[in-house]
């Protein structure tokens, strides 16, 4: 314990040189069309308490399809980079990105500087070329960084193992509940906690995490759903049919989530919806959002968390998507997922040595699993994935990340998890 105590104190100490016990918030308006991206800044402000993570400050575990950086404008020394995806990225995919223009936007948290500093922010292509980037000066003498002092929104602690500088801190956050629904919210913030730490490897590492459920209070319950024309008061104003696609539920005002989650420590975000209707996402550093009340809650906002939390590929398939988002010329960045492009970067070296590439089609493999063979031996590299059934591979039959039937993250999901989790706390 003591050595724990001192560690705490050494990455304090380290952090502070450059950074306050403050955190930063840099708000960016993300617009263009399929073919353009334009990065503004919004807007900034400041409020005490930094609850993101204080070791490794200065890599990232994913590359994602973004990142944004903070570095000293003296000695451009990193202080701070996190990775990221955002809806905007995902919308420019769409059909309706070749017809239009849109704005969307985007909220970061970064610890805040004791000097001069300057963000630089890129968003990265299909391909992973830089597509457009930003960079300004943060000043933290600054007059025009608001200075807040947030009233913590009601909150409790569903799983607290620590304090905010040594665990990760993820807010559960209520969606469509009404003041009198707070206590029906809590038990079901409860329920996603147990569903995550039910699974490995986040049951092994539950030690590392504080899970708080903030009850932000709705005028209305449940959430919009755009094509029954119902629209709601909700706090977060979430609703169906992103993208005109019934299932997906999003919210698109990020400032306004965070405005309402100022003052309760957090650095990522499970936001659950008062419905039974099914459908949610989850975006990498962003948040993930589920239906709390349809039968496949707890798969689904595992599964989403996956997303969100560990930069996971979704390895199912269906091949009606607009337009690819993978490639044979290069290889993804999820973990869990590859063109074979430059698979020695994935799980190549947790493959038996017996394996062929690409692996039999899993129907050969079924009978295996009946005879009782050991999981590890199913790892393989299984084509369909990403949602494309020709030229993506995943590395299991089957997973949390592709059915909700799956009982756990396949072998290759665990160990990518776990390096996240690892990244944040060692």
């Not at 969307?104 to 980037?133: C, H, R, W």
């Not at 200075?147 to 905010?164: C, D, E, F």
Request: aromatic fraction near 12%.
């Amino acid at each position: 314990m003591r050595k724990l105590i001192l560690f705490a104190v050494l990455i304090f100490v380290s952090l502070s040189v450059y950074a306050q016990d403050k955190t930063l918030r840099v708000d960016y308006i993300f617009s263009g069309t399929a073919k353009s991206q334009v990065i503004s800044l919004d807007e900034m402000s400041c409020y005490d308490g930094w609850a993101g993570r204080r070791v490794n400050l200065d890599t990232v575990p994913v590359r994602g399809n973004g990142q944004i950086a903070l570095t000293d404008a003296e000695s451009g020394k990193v202080l701070y980079r996190q990775s990221f995806s955002t809806l905007f990225q995902e919308w420019q995919s769409t059909e309706e990105a070749t017809r239009i223009s849109k704005a969307f936007e985007n909220v970061f948290l970064l610890p805040m500087p004791t000097q001069k500093a300057y963000v630089y922010i890129e968003l990265y292509d299909v391909k992973g070329n830089v597509a457009s980037s930003h960079r300004h000066l943060v000043d933290p003498a600054d007059v025009l960084i608001r200075r807040v002092t947030p009233t913590p929104a009601p909150h409790k602690y569903i799983h607290q193992r620590g304090s905010v500088e040594e665990k990760i801190d993820v807010a559960i956050v209520a969606e469509g509940y009404k003041d009198e629904e707070a206590d029906i919210f809590y038990e079901d913030a409860r329920k996603a906690v147990e569903a995550i730490l039910a699974h490995e490897p986040f049951g092994t590492y539950k030690d590392c995490f504080n899970f708080v459920a903030i009850a932000l209070p709705s005028k209305d319950s449940g959430v919009s759903v755009p094509y029954e024309g119902e629209w709601k008061d909700t706090a977060i104003k979430s609703h169906f049919s992103t993208f005109y696609m019934d299932r997906y539920l999003t919210t698109l005002r990020l400032k306004n989530l965070h405005d309402k989650l100022a003052g309760v420590p957090y650095e990522h975000i499970v936001i659950l919806a008062n419905t039974d209707t099914y459908g949610g996402g989850g975006i990498l550093n962003s948040y993930t959002l589920t239906t709390a009340h349809h039968p496949s809650f707890k798969p689904v906002v595992v599964h989403e968390f996956g997303h969100s939390f560990a930069g996971l590929g979704d390895e199912y398939y269906y091949d009606d998507q607009y337009s690819e988002y993978y490639y044979p010329d290069c290889e993804p960045w999820e973990q869990n997922i590859t063109t074979l492009f430059d698979f020695q970067s994935k799980w190549d070296d947790m493959l038996p040595r017996t394996i062929s590439i690409p692996t039999a089609p899993v129907e050969n493999v079924w009978k295996e699993i009946k005879e009782g063979k050991t999981p590890e031996s199913f790892i393989g590299v299984y084509e369909g994935g990403g949602y494309q059934s020709k030229g993506v591979y995943r590395p299991y039959p089957d997973c949390r990340m592709k059915t909700n039937a799956a009982e756990t993250f396949c072998p290759v999901c665990q160990r990518a998890i776990a390096r996240v989790i690892e990244h944040y706390t060692r």
